[in-house]
């Protein structure tokens, strides 16, 4: 028995998952076995717990007491916090009070089980008065009209607990402060180790009280590093045993550049015996806003933080860590898992539109979009406008095709004190931003959901979201200045976000408001590359869906395919006249709907003759006959470099077809070679049926290692498929 259990720790050394993991159930293979629940400790006095097997959030409930003591990955049996801090700190009226939390713990290295009785609460600080334990809300509403991953389930299932926290009676009883209680809720899901959290502050005295500031999450972590000094130029890592993003993110392709105003690490005073010098450690987590939300709560209302999602890896390896992330966003946000074929027509004269609907149903696509430059007019409210794209609009439908438009938000200025004027010294993102609260920027939403409501449209491509930038101008009655502007214009654009997913609207944002409800922004390319000559863009294309898809599922990001030309470059740029470049036209194609990518195909048709219209055709009804496989999520194989063979390898193990690999040609000589796959996420384990564009059935064996060899031929310039079974 001894040999049995060492060999099988040593073979998963050989792989990306723990030993653990090898014994148990994977999770990133079959969630079923990881129901979240909250529940007493069984060895440790006062102690509750809020898990799901996979992760752990404890609780130290004593009387008027509560804290958290302790955050585990219970794959790698792993402590990610190593002191108690409070539950939230909030600024109200001007005065800081903290909710819960513990003080006077002898060492903040680590924490002890038998401190924890001899710890009090700070004075003055909110005392917990009670909890109840429900299941996850649904945070925003949405509406399923489009092809989604069949295994989306809203809202996540899971377990919801909400304690309860009131000012200490002495502090209550003072003549003139403010009353009111704080709700810290929880919520874990099943299947997956992500948290969410958020506070509700209620007003319960007979005076309007104001929020001036909070921070809804307060970690002391375990650091990353240690690190005795610093030099300049070189910067201190922060601990990486978590992923932590929120519900009020803008300004960025990336997560950690959208949440780089409300997630900070920061240094911990209290950890005196940390081993640099300094004490300069990042090891204190604060999800806190930057400005604000300075929000006025009148007599019973309530105000409500942003939600923070907090992902506890497993995990170093780089691949594993990426598809954890690509499976919450595939839990917390599942709207993201619609990914429609995109014609971005260019011309918005209705007898052109027209066709071009015409055009998208005769090869499968699936939605038309008047791209920038189009000449459409979203804010146009004119009866004859909106009724001209109503009738196209219902055109479309009788053609199962989705109509959509452009708008552009940010990056303009409109005047007339309409227009963000930001702190002295401080740039705007993108040069020039209305103002939200202003009275242009009330009127445009109103507008939009105008234009949306009357037509039937249900796409926006939305350029330029507001990006987060902070205006010190009073704008009564929704905003009083800078310290509350960003919350404020964070607010309403993301509640124009929620209605349109509440109403099925599909949201092209090239921002990061997925958890608001957009489905794509870009997957991460320069715009001006698609001004390169046609074979330069191939091999560009592919780079940008490896590289995007480390932070993405491929759904989540869009890429450009310049059927017409896009930032210059010419004729060698474009595949326009398409007859004449049907064999690039193709590699397009296949770079894109092979890894699973829509791209923004922006030109002013689709085809051009009969044998482009077949094309076209051929390759939507292959990607739609794989889509859920395509639509999976990708291990990362070879990075395209033009020398070699390139590819990718879709996995889903709760499909039949639980894995296809797609292998990319750059060269000009057809290729034969023999790839050695590792079919883990795939649930493979132990001989893999294969078929595909080589032929087959062939049976190949999976070895100890998880990996099977494959010989693949793949044709000059070209792409070979083999789906695994």
């Not at 005065?95 to 009090?120: R, T, Y």
Request: one cysteine or more; proline letters at 6%; hydrophobic letters at 35%.
């Amino acid at each position: 028995m001894f040999i049995r259990i060492f060999l099988a720790c040593f073979l998963a050394l050989l792989t990306p998952i723990a030993c653990w993991a090898q014994v148990n159930r994977d999770w990133l293979i079959d969630q079923s076995n990881f129901a979240a629940e909250f529940k007493t400790s069984a060895t440790v006095p006062h102690r509750f717990e809020l898990t799901n097997g996979l992760v752990s959030r404890f609780f130290y409930l004593r009387d008027d007491i509560g804290a958290t003591v302790g955050l585990e990955s219970l794959n790698k049996r792993k402590s990610i916090v190593r002191a108690v801090k409070p539950e939230a700190v909030v600024v109200v009226d001007g005065v800081s009070h903290q909710v819960g939390g513990l003080e006077g713990q002898p060492d903040h290295a680590f924490l002890k089980d038998e401190w924890l009785a001899g710890m009090s609460p700070a004075a003055g600080a909110l005392r917990l008065i009670g909890w109840k334990v429900g299941v996850p809300e649904e945070r925003l509403k949405w509406k399923r009209i489009r092809n989604a991953s069949k295994q989306s389930v809203w809202p996540p299932e899971g377990v919801k607990v909400s304690f309860e926290y009131q000012l200490p009676e002495a502090a209550s009883a003072k003549q003139g402060s403010s009353q009111f209680r704080v709700f810290v809720n929880y919520e874990l899901y099943d299947g997956v180790p992500v948290f969410c959290k958020w506070i509700t502050i209620e007003n319960l005295g007979s005076h309007a009280i104001v929020v001036d500031r909070f921070s809804s999450e307060m970690l002391a972590v375990v650091e990353y590093d240690s690190r005795v000094e610093l030099r300049e130029g070189v910067s201190y890592p922060r601990p990486d045993s978590i992923h932590v993003e929120t519900d009020f993110a803008f300004g960025g392709f990336h997560f950690e550049n959208a949440n780089r105003h409300v997630v900070h690490w920061r240094t911990d005073p209290e950890y005196s015996t940390q081993v640099n010098y300094l004490k300069s450690a990042p090891c204190l987590l604060d999800v806190s806003p930057s400005f604000g939300p300075m929000q006025t709560v009148k007599p019973g209302q309530r105000f409500q933080s942003f939600r923070t999602f907090e992902l506890v890896y497993d995990s170093n390896d780089r691949e594993r860590r990426s598809l954890s992330l690509r499976k919450m966003y595939r839990v917390i946000a599942p709207w993201v898992t619609e990914n429609p074929l995109m014609h971005h027509m260019r011309d918005a004269n209705p007898v052109e539109v027209k066709r071009a609907i015409d055009d998208a149903s005769e090869v499968g696509f699936e939605m038309v979009i008047l791209s920038f430059g189009s000449g459409f007019d979203i804010e146009n409210e004119t009866p004859a406008y909106l009724k001209q794209w109503q009738d196209l609009a219902d055109h479309a439908a009788s053609k199962q095709i989705e109509l959509g438009g452009y708008s552009l938000l940010s990056s303009r200025r409109i005047g007339g004190g309409n227009d963000i004027v930001p702190p002295a010294g401080q740039n705007l993102t993108h040069g020039n931003c209305p103002s939200l609260t202003s009275q242009w920027g009330q009127d445009y939403f109103r507008r939009l959901r105008k234009f949306f409501d009357q037509t039937g449209f249900s796409c926006l491509e939305h350029d330029g979201p507001y990006p987060g930038d902070v205006d010190i101008t009073e704008r009564l009655p929704f905003q009083k200045g800078e310290a509350d502007s960003r919350w404020v214009q964070g607010q309403i654009s993301n509640e124009f976000y929620r209605w349109c997913r509440a109403r099925g609207i599909y949201i092209n944002a090239p921002d990061y408001y997925f958890l608001n409800g957009t489905s794509k922004c870009g997957m991460g390319y320069r715009e001006v590359n698609w001004s390169l000559p046609r074979e330069l863009q191939l091999l560009h294309a592919r780079q940008n869906i490896y590289d995007g898809t480390w932070y993405k599922t491929p759904s989540m990001g869009w890429m450009f395919v310049p059927l017409s030309e896009y930032h210059g470059g010419g004729a060698a740029a474009t595949i326009e006249p398409l007859n004449d470049h049907l064999e690039h036209y193709a590699q397009m194609i296949d770079s894109n709907l092979g890894l699973g990518v829509q791209a923004c195909y922006r030109g002013p048709r689709l085809f051009d003759s009969p044998e482009t219209r077949d094309l076209v055709k051929q390759k939507v009804a292959w990607f739609k006959k794989y889509r859920d496989i395509l639509e999976s999520d990708v291990v990362h194989g070879r990075r395209p470099d033009g020398r070699n063979l390139d590819w990718m390898l879709h996995v889903n193990p709760s499909l039949d077809d639980c894995g296809m690999l797609v292998v990319y040609n750059p060269t000009g000589k057809p290729v034969s070679e023999r790839l050695k796959v590792d079919v883990y996420y795939t649930g493979l384990r132990d001989v893999a049926n294969v078929t595909g564009s080589m032929g087959g059935p062939i049976r190949v064996d999976v070895q100890r290692d998880n990996t099977i060899e494959l010989k693949v031929d793949v044709p000059p310039n070209g792409m070979s498929w083999y789906l695994l079974k």
